[in-house]
Nanobody, 114 residues
Framework: QVQLVESGGGLVQPGGSLRLSCTAS????????MGWYRQAPGKQRELVAE??????NYAESVKGRFTISRDNAKNTVYLQMDSLKPEDTAVYYC?????????WGQGTQVTVSS
């Protein structure tokens, strides 16, 4: 069983920055993909960014603004979010895939508003 604990969400003005963190309990192989998803009210959950063995993948809407990184020694994945827009407002979830199983964090709210 893997548990994920997220932190770093909050309220920020348009153009601002936030950094989300997600720490997994236990040791997570660097070969297991870890990622960030988000879900806005009335919308489906969508992939924001993913990292696996150092390779990254981003949603088109966040390319050039968000950066995903990972500290394998700390079992932690980060999402640096810059140039935030109101449409980035959502609950952000961390996910790790371990074989055929997927584990999710509890979510952290990000609100971009003036």
């Amino acid at each position: 069983q893997v548990q994920l604990v997220e932190s770093g969400g909050g309220l920020v003005q348009p153009g601002g920055s936030l950094r989300l963190s997600c720490t997994a309990s236990g040791s997570i192989s660097r070969f297991y993909p870890m990622g960030w998803y988000r879900q806005a009210p009335g919308k489906q959950r969508e992939l924001v960014a993913e990292i696996r063995s150092g390779n990254t993948n981003y949603a088109e809407s966040v390319k050039g603004r968000f950066t995903i990184s990972r500290d394998n020694a700390k079992n932690t994945v980060y999402l640096q979010m810059d140039s935030l827009k109101p449409e980035d407002t959502a609950v952000y979830y961390c996910k790790v895939a371990v074989g055929v199983d997927s584990y999710w964090g509890q979510g952290t709210q990000v609100t971009v508003s003036s």
